[in-house]
């Protein structure tokens, strides 16, 4: 009833009016994306790694199906093209740290090619956690080395800080930090619609090298469109363990463009409206509400309604 009388009281306040049939679609949609409490449980992938399932998010860290180490391998560092860099330094922001796999294996695989380099990396966390599966062989070690920096250290070339809290918040604290590579990895828009918005994007884009490269395994409409808006080129990334292809965006770097399926998708579908959150402080479900209205006037203005 709670979400109901949210949704009713926001048309109400926005002057709009809709039919009965399309607000009992809003309510539906908006209950089937909020979150629901499950239990936490520790999940085996495809290829052998393990992950968590998030009970408050209702969505694992990592995708089963593709693998967890593989996700971070092909859908985050490939697509970031640090395995190619020749430069002796280079900065990471990583949104949502989580288990910490994204950054050990990036950085494993970084390392491995080129011990030399000095690798900064700025990551975010709402909910660090007390216990964290480990990575299985090769990065077991590296993950320690990683876990022991947090939430701030220095070792074998890498400086390591982790910010806790609402990554909205604590973002305003970087300054001068430009960034190479952007991993892009909150869970997914519709269960963390927060980190997705138009006004979060443009905070990264504050921070990100001309050249950097900015990877998301998602493939959501919203967010590709709130990437172009920012000014960004945006590409895909090869699709492993589904269909849909990951996302990658970059202000003036190189990144392979988005299919033809994928630009007439992202110009048709009323789905491909960014997520508002104009002063980084709404809560996720007034995101939403908002969100889908705004789906529901650009559905009914293609119509003619
Ligand atoms: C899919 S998991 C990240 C997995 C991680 N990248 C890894 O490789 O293990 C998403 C993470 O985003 C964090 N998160 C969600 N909302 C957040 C917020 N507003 N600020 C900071 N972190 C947030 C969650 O707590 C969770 O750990």
Not at 16 to 22: A, G, I, K
Not at 56 to 74: C, L, Q
Not at 140 to 157: M, Q, R, T
Not at 272 to 280: A, E, H, K, T
Request: overall charge positive.
């Amino acid at each position: 009833m709670w979400v109901e009388d949210l949704i009713r009281e926001r048309i109400r306040s926005l002057n709009l009016s809709f039919e009965d049939s399309e607000i009992h679609r809003l309510i539906a949609d908006i209950k089937r994306w909020t979150l629901k409490n499950y239990a936490d449980k520790l999940l085996k992938t495809a290829d052998g790694s393990c992950t968590l399932f998030s009970g408050k998010y209702g969505e694992p860290y990592h995708s089963v199906t593709a693998g967890a180490v593989t996700e971070s391998i092909y859908k985050f560092l490939i697509p970031s093209g640090l395995l190619n860099t020749n430069k002796k330094s280079i900065k990471i922001l990583d949104i949502g740290f989580g288990l910490g796999y994204n950054v050990t294996v990036a950085l494993y695989h970084i390392k491995q090619k080129n011990p030399e380099i000095y690798v900064e990396v700025i990551s975010f966390e709402k909910n660090l956690l007390a216990e964290i599966p480990p990575l299985p062989a090769p990065y077991e070690k590296f993950h320690e080395l990683i876990l022991s920096l947090v939430p701030y250290g220095e070792k074998e070339g890498i400086k390591f800080t982790l910010l806790e809290g609402d990554a909205r918040l604590r973002i305003k604290e970087v300054k001068s930090f430009k960034a190479d590579a952007v991993f892009h990895d909150p869970f997914s828009p519709y269960k963390n619609p927060e980190l997705w918005t138009l006004e979060f994007l443009n905070e990264i884009k504050k921070r990100m090298d001309q050249k950097g490269i900015w990877v998301s395994y998602t493939s959501s409409s919203a967010v590709r469109e709130a990437l172009k808006r920012l000014g960004f080129r945006v590409g895909s990334s090869t699709p492993v363990g589904r269909k849909s292809s990951g996302t990658v965006a970059s202000l003036k770097g190189k990144i392979p463009p988005l299919s033809q399926k994928e630009e007439e998708k992202l110009k048709r579908s009323p789905y491909s409206i960014p997520f508002r959150d104009p002063d980084l402080q709404r809560l996720p479900i007034e995101i939403l509400i908002d969100y889908r209205i705004s789906v529901l006037l650009r559905e009914k203005q293609k119509h003619g309604a």
